[in-house]
């Protein structure tokens, strides 16, 4: 929830967004290679980072985020329900990472978004100049 008032703050440093739940689409939308998928398959950290180098391009941003995961059945061996992989996209790079929630499908979902919000957390607090327990100069 963004209250009504606030909203404007938001909007202005958010540039858009996808849901994608078919393979064709992040290829023709965010240009992940078929190749990639076929190897790799769609829930992993080499075609999550991809689709987030993808939005990037897409939306002409500084940073951009995207998640895949397996939130219910069916699943395989390789890839149980609770697979996820989040992934950072910026200009010189992009890294991911990946857990396995036990939990229900709403409840991955929402572990998911927090854990890619976390990442995005990270990086940015990596890129602060100046230290946060340093006393403010005088």
Do not use: C
Request: hydrophobic letters at 45%; proline letters at 7%; zero cysteines.
């Amino acid at each position: 929830f963004i209250p009504l008032f606030a909203a404007h703050l938001y909007l202005t440093n958010f540039r858009g967004g996808l849901v994608i739940s078919d393979n064709e689409v992040a290829v023709s939308q965010l240009g992940v290679p078929e190749t990639l998928i076929e190897q790799h398959g769609m829930i992993s950290a080499e075609v999550v980072e991809r689709m987030a180098r993808g939005a990037l391009t897409r939306f002409d941003t500084d940073l951009a985020l995207a998640t895949v995961g397996l939130a219910r059945p069916p699943e395989t061996e390789e890839k149980p329900v609770g697979l996820v992989y989040v992934a950072l996209a910026w200009k010189k790079g992009a890294r991911s990472k990946s857990y396995n929630w036990l939990a229900s499908p709403a409840e991955i979902q929402s572990r998911t978004a927090k854990m890619a919000l976390n990442l995005l957390r990270h990086h940015l607090r990596s890129l602060d100049p100046k230290p946060r327990d340093d006393p403010a100069p005088a």
